[in-house]
């Protein structure tokens, strides 16, 4: 009786034509992902809307830039949202960030009376969930009759804000979404830079993550 130990097998093995047109398929796609995942992740889809939903913890640039924005849209309200803020709390006159944002409006000037903080409870995680629920709630027991939303966010942010409080708002308010431009970094060419890179692959894994949540529980 013949042990054979090794035996003879035939197999299919990439050509180096192949690794050359597998590379730069490669290379393609990369490029695509790089220069199209900013502009798919900082999305711009504002509608008609009764009022402008700004997020707290916006910079206060971004905050300025808002307050344009509801005097060019024909907003009814300025609506802030915001967590308990995780430093100074103990210090500081305002302690979340929905009333440090108001505060700053009245303080470049918005009129007072046009402004109204909806602040949030402290969570550990889905904290951008938990203000679009404090948001919810509020409406349901506002006077004011709210059918539509536009909320201002910042770079690559939006997109995954804007899905979130689409989920939480969602069939009864309408959501638009407008994201501020960010001065951390040069949006064209975020690879470039610590901060740019950090921030956008970031929320690509942030927004992959949100996708498999159910944001209406």
């Known amino acids: ?59 206060d640039y971004a905050v300025e830039s808002a307050i344009a924005e509801f005097n060019k849209g024909g907003y009814r309200k300025l609506v802030t949202t915001g967590l308990p803020v995780s430093k100074g709390h103990y210090l500081a006159q305002y302690k979340n960030y929905a009333e440090l944002t108001a505060a700053t409006c009245i303080a470049l000037g918005f009129d007072k009376n046009k402004v109204v903080a909806v602040p949030a409870p402290s969570v550990v995680k889905h904290r951008t969930a938990a203000s679009a629920i404090a948001l919810r709630d509020w409406l349901a027991t506002s006077a004011l009759k709210v059918d539509s939303i536009n909320l201002y966010s910042i770079g690559t942010h939006a997109r995954r804000s804007w899905m979130v409080f689409k989920e939480v708002l969602n069939p009864e308010i309408k959501v638009g979404i407008i994201a501020a431009e960010s001065e951390d970094y040069n ?4 690879w ?24 209406k529980a």
């Open 1 to 59: 009786m013949k042990i054979r130990l090794i035996r003879r097998r035939e197999m299919w093995a990439i050509t180096w034509e192949g690794w050359v047109i597998a590379i730069a398929g490669l290379i393609i796609t990369m490029v695509l992902i790089i220069t199209n995942i900013h502009p798919f992740l900082a999305v711009n889809a504002p509608i008609k809307a009764d009022i402008l939903v700004v997020e707290g913890w916006l910079p």
């Open 192 to 215: 470039k830079s610590s901060a740019g890179f950090r921030t956008v692959t970031g929320e690509i894994i942030a927004y992959i993550y949100a996708r498999f949540v159910n944001w």
């Open 187 to 190: 949006s064209q060419e975020w």
